[in-house]
Each structure stands twice: as structure tokens, then as C-alpha cells.
């Protein structure tokens, strides 16, 4: 994609980072001395390269070098601790890291050598930021590694890669057991990248600031790699500062902003948001299973954006559903729209395709659908069938327009005197309260009815309880879905892609952690 990009738009502003600021030829160039590099090292076609550090051009340049050279990326969550980041290096066997040593006063390299996690293949460190340790190369050196030798190398490379060859190895979010390596080809990478262009009009006139970690197949296909498909410029944001965003809008001009729900409800709450100059901003994209309906209203309402997207993707897929520029805000709002072209959607339970209306497991088939688990064929089997049908795990309802509704998670659903909850359908439920600012429910024992709703609640206020909020929730909802017990809570325990860690919140409720209930 880098060499079709440099051919494209060549002169055109490919990335502004800081003082850093490259064309498309310039940023081809770059990549591909990194490239060239790796070889350097002995990194060959297929060996694995990892990347554990912030938003940047240096991620930027290293992502495509590696595409370039025919190795695979192994992005690495910048949230991890050591030992979870040399897990993921040691199961697939990485070669070479890019990672820094300064980032919010930490030092990757150091946690990485406080573990006990062998690392036999991994030859090669490059810091890319901070202080270089002996065991590591700085970035300028590294580059430096690169030969004329095998800058032909590299170029002899890419023109051999295959639509089926590996092209990454991201690891699924892991908010429940051992995250899962999503094995995906340049064929299927392509597609997300692409499709993501057609559906949000993303074109080289947009600057695109980047929020969603790169780590993410948000940040890195539906942000990196759509950029290269159309020309873009890429404004990366190493971390999540409202002050910070609101202000670059206005003095970089972006009209692209996606990100999860919890970066627009900042912005609309945001106390001196009427002091930024916001009306460059074009496109916001969105997609959780819990995006509160008000939100979108708010957001469609108070800011400037000419086009709201909400989506449907996951790892092993991409975005596989969307609403359409065009659609009504109530579509927007309460469904995550159609499948994209090229994706095929049921929703299943207990084997059978469920009509318009009644909820079931979703399932999709389509281009970008992963080529399986690293490692592990129990879990691909079960997750992916031989037709290529990807069980998603969530819970989902298609209306009599298709459009799709997630009400939850297979493993959240919690059932109650016979009647199934949907935790999704809950929270939003709640946050229709005045004072409910977010909201996550779980279901818990109960001797009677065998499970019943807990909600853990932020407030507006600040206040340490809600009176009468069970009483609230009978007048909204049907009573099996009224939460049992409420605790109000400072924040939601959230992972780097903004979902809510529910394993946390139900270690909370089994050691007696209830604070306040109503």
C-alpha cells in the first residue's frame, strides 16, 4: 500500500507529528530504509516484528517497513505490563521490537528484562523514543543498519507478497482469559482499510486525528492503512487528553475524528468546549455495544460534524456492519447498521436462523474474516466454521430494515427467573437517568431467581448515591431487568480501547465490594 500511496500522492502531507512532518514519497522512503534495515538484522519474510509503543511517526514508518520487508506486525497494548508483552513476543516468536523507554514514566525495555519469559528469537531491540539501554539499538542507528543491498532486497520483497501471505498478528483485547492471536492476510487487511474509505468518504483532503491506539485494528487498519487507500494525512495522538484534542482541531484544522463513545461524551461535557474552534470537524465514527442513545442525539445536535457513523467491527473481522451517511439520527442512534458490502449476517440460536425482531448470537462471513488463531485450532474451530462463518459472540437483533442492534455478550447475558438480560440493553436504560453518566450491569447470584442485574454507576453529580434508582428502572424497564443492587463508583475499570473490564467489576461483586446500594 506504501508504494501505491508514494505513486498517488506523492507530494501530498502524509503525517505531521510534532516537527515531523513527511509526503508520501518521503514517508514511502523512510519505510522503506526500515525495511532494509530488518534485513539488516535477518528478519526474513514471515518472521515476526513487534511493536510496543505510543501513537507516532516512528510507528507509522516501522508498521510499513515491516509490511514492505514481507515480515508480520505484532502490535503490542501499550497498557500491558512486561510479562503480558513478553508473553505475546514469546508465542509468536518475534525477532526484532520497535518500543521506547520514556513513555508516561515508563521503560519498556526495563519491564521487559524484570520478567522471566524467555526470548530466545528475539535478537533486535530499536527504541524509538527516550533513553537507549546497551542491549539496544537508538532509532537513527537502526536505520543506519540499512544497505543498498537490501533496500533492492526489500523492494524484491513487496513485489512477491500475495494477497494470502500474513500480514499481522493482533491480539484480541483479553478482558476475559488469555488474549488470542487474530492470524489476518494482506488480502483481508487490504479490505478493511478500503471499505473503511468508501464508507465514511475519507479522501486526501481530510486530516485525520488519531486517538484509537495504533495497537487496535481501529487505529491501525480503519486509521493508518485507510489513510495510505486514500491520501490522507495522519495526525497521531500518543495519549488521551481532551484539552489536548479540542485544541489541535482548531490549529491542525481535522475534520476526521473517530473514537470510542467515551471521546465524544468528553468533549460534550467538556466545560470550556465553546472556547475551541471546532467547525473543521467533517466525519465521527463510532461503535461499542453500550453507545447511550443520547449521546448520539448530543453529538448530531451540539457539534459540528457533517457525517456520524456508528459500527460494528471486531478483531477477526474489522467493521463489518455501519449505518450510511444519510441514515436518520434514531438509525444512528439505536442500531449499528447494515452489513458491508461483502459481508453476510445471521443471527443464531441454538443452531437456527432467528427472524426479524428476536435476538441470537451474530455471525458473519465476508472478506476481512480472519484466517484463524494463532496457534490454537480448538478455538478456531469453534469460533470460525469450515463455510467461513465467524461466531461473534455478541447478541444481536436485526430489524425489519437489517439494521442491527447489539443488545450484549454471549458470556455477559445473565438469566433471570427464566427471562434472559442483556446487559447492553440495561446500561442503556440507565443512562436515560439525569444523573447516570455511564453505567455497566453484570449478573449475580441470587438464591430466588438464580441471577439478577447489579449496576456499577458513574454520577453527573459526584454524589455517592442515587435515591430511589431501583424504583427509577421499574418505571422504565420490565422487572427482571431492574438492577438488584447498585453500587456508585468513581470510573468504570476500562481497558486502552475504551471497553469496560466486566471481569473486574464481577471480582469486585463476589469479595462484598458494595458500596452503596439503593
Given at each position: 500500500m506504501?508504494a ?5 500522492f ?5 503525517l505531521e507529528?510534532?516537527?515531523?512532518r513527511?509526503?508520501?514519497?518521503e514517508?514511502?522512503q523512510?519505510a522503506?530504509t ?8 535477518g528478519?526474513e ?9 505510543f ?8 508498521l510499513?517497513?515491516?509490511s514492505m520487508s514481507?515480515a508480520?506486525?505484532?502490535?503490542i ?9 513478553a508473553?505475546l513476543l514469546w ?5 526484532a ?12 525495555v526495563?519491564m521487559?528484562g524484570?520478567t522471566d519469559v524467555?526470548l530466545?528469537d528475539l ?11 546497551p ?13 543498498d543491498?537490501?533496500r ?6 513487496w513485489m ?5 501471505d500474513l500480514?499481522?498478528?493482533l491480539?484480541?483485547s483479553?478482558t476475559?482469559?488469555q ?8 488480502g ?8 473503511w474509505?468508501?464508507?465514511t ?7 485525520y486525528?488519531?486517538v484509537?491506539p ?9 486509521g ?5 487507500a486514500?491520501?490522507a494525512?495522519m495526525l ?6 481532551i484539552?489536548?484534542i479540542?485544541?489541535?482541531?482548531g ?5 476526521v475524528l473517530p473514537?470510542?463513545p467515551?471521546?465524544?461524551q468528553?468533549m460534550?461535557?467538556?466545560p470550556a ?8 470537524l467533517?466525519?465521527a465514527v ?22 456520524i ?8 473481522a474489522?467493521t ?5 451517511p444519510?441514515d436518520?439520527?434514531e ?8 452489513p458491508?458490502p461483502?459481508?453476510e449476517?445471521?443471527i443464531?440460536?441454538d443452531?437456527h436462523d ?12 465476508g ?7 494463532l ?18 459472540g455478541d ?12 443488545v450484549g ?5 445473565f ?8 446487559p ?14 455511564q453505567?455497566?450491569?453484570i449478573?449475580?447470584?441470587?438464591e ?17 448515591s ?7 428502572c421499574r418505571?422504565q ?5 431492574v438492577?438488584r ?5 468513581d470510573?468504570?475499570?476500562?481497558n486502552?480501547t475504551?471497553k469496560?473490564v466486566k ?6 461483586a463476589?469479595r462484598?465490594?458494595v458500596?452503596?446500594?439503593?
Amino acid at each position: 500500500m506504501s508504494a501505491a500511496a508514494a505513486d498517488r500522492f506523492a507530494n501530498h502531507l502524509a503525517l505531521e507529528d510534532g516537527t515531523t512532518r513527511l509526503n508520501y514519497a518521503e514517508l514511502f522512503q523512510q519505510a522503506r530504509t526500515f525495511g532494509a534495515a530488518l534485513g539488516s538484522v535477518g528478519v526474513e519474510p514471515g518472521d515476526r516484528v513487534g511493536i510496543w509503543a505510543f501513537n507516532s511517526a516512528q510507528w507509522v514508518i516501522a508498521l510499513l517497513g515491516i509490511s514492505m520487508s514481507g515480515a508480520v506486525l505484532v502490535p503490542i497494548n501499550t497498557r500491558f505490563k512486561g510479562r503480558e508483552a513478553a508473553d505475546l513476543l514469546w508465542r509468536t516468536r518475534a525477532k526484532a521490537l520497535v518500543t521506547m523507554t520514556d513513555f508516561l514514566g515508563t521503560d519498556y525495555v526495563a519491564m521487559l528484562g524484570g520478567t522471566d519469559v524467555p526470548l530466545p528469537d528475539l535478537n533486535t531491540i530499536i527504541v524509538a523514543s527516550g533513553d537507549v539501554p546497551p542491549q539496544a539499538d537508538s532509532w537513527d542507528r537502526f536505520l543506519g543498519r540499512a544497505t543498498d543491498a537490501e533496500r533492492v532486497a526489500v523492494e524484491r520483497r513487496w513485489m512477491h507478497l500475495g494477497p494470502d501471505d500474513l500480514s499481522d498478528i493482533l491480539f484480541t483485547s483479553g478482558t476475559t482469559g488469555q488474549p488470542k492471536g487474530v492470524l489476518m492476510t494482506h488480502g483481508r487487511t487490504l479490505c478493511v482499510a478500503t471499505d473503511w474509505v468508501e464508507m465514511t468518504g475519507l479522501c486526501a483532503e481530510d486530516r485525520y486525528l488519531m486517538v484509537n491506539p495504533y495497537f487496535h485494528m481501529f487505529g491501525l487498519k480503519a486509521g493508518i492503512l485507510a489513510c495510505l487507500a486514500s491520501g490522507a494525512t495522519m495526525l497521531p495522538e500518543a495519549v488521551f487528553d481532551i484539552d489536548r484534542i479540542l485544541a489541535r482541531v482548531g490549529t491542525d484544522e481535522v475534520t476526521v475524528l473517530p473514537g470510542p463513545p467515551t471521546l465524544y461524551q468528553a468533549m460534550l461535557d467538556h466545560p470550556a468546549r465553546d472556547t475551541f474552534k471546532l467547525s473543521s470537524l467533517r466525519v465521527a465514527v463510532t461503535g461499542a455495544a453500550d453507545i447511550p442513545v443520547e449521546l448520539i442525539r448530543r453529538v448530531d445536535d451540539e457539534l459540528p460534524f457533517s457525517t456520524i457513523i456508528t459500527g460494528y467491527g471486531l478483531t477477526e473481522a474489522g467493521t463489518a456492519v455501519a449505518t450510511m451517511p444519510g441514515d436518520d439520527v434514531e438509525t444512528i442512534a439505536t442500531t449499528v447498521g447494515r452489513p458491508r458490502p461483502g459481508f453476510e449476517l445471521r443471527i443464531v440460536n441454538d443452531g437456527h436462523d432467528m427472524p426479524a425482531g428476536e435476538p441470537g448470537e451474530v455471525v458473519l462471513r465476508g472478506g476481512s474474516v480472519m484466517a484463524g488463531y494463532l496457534n490454537d485450532p480448538e478455538a478456531t474451530a469453534v469460533t470460525l466454521s469450515p463455510e467461513g462463518w465467524l461466531r461473534t459472540g455478541d447478541i444481536g437483533v436485526v430489524d425489519g430494515a437489517n439494521n442491527l442492534r447489539i443488545v450484549g455478550r454471549l458470556k455477559d447475558m445473565f438469566i433471570v427467573g427464566g427471562f434472559n438480560a442483556y446487559p447492553a440493553e440495561i446500561e442503556n436504560s440507565l443512562l436515560r437517568h439525569p444523573d447516570i453518566a455511564q453505567a455497566a450491569v453484570i449478573g449475580i447470584p441470587d438464591e430466588r431467581l438464580g441471577e439478577v442485574g447489579m449496576a456499577f454507576v458513574v454520577t453527573r453529580s459526584g454524589a455517592g448515591s442515587v435515591p430511589d434508582l431501583v424504583e427509577w428502572c421499574r418505571d422504565q424497564m420490565a422487572n427482571y431487568k431492574v438492577p438488584r443492587v447498585v453500587e456508585v463508583v468513581d470510573e468504570l475499570p476500562i481497558n486502552a480501547t475504551g471497553k469496560v473490564v466486566k471481569d473486574t467489576l464481577r471480582e469486585r461483586a463476589a469479595r462484598g465490594h458494595v458500596d452503596s446500594a439503593t
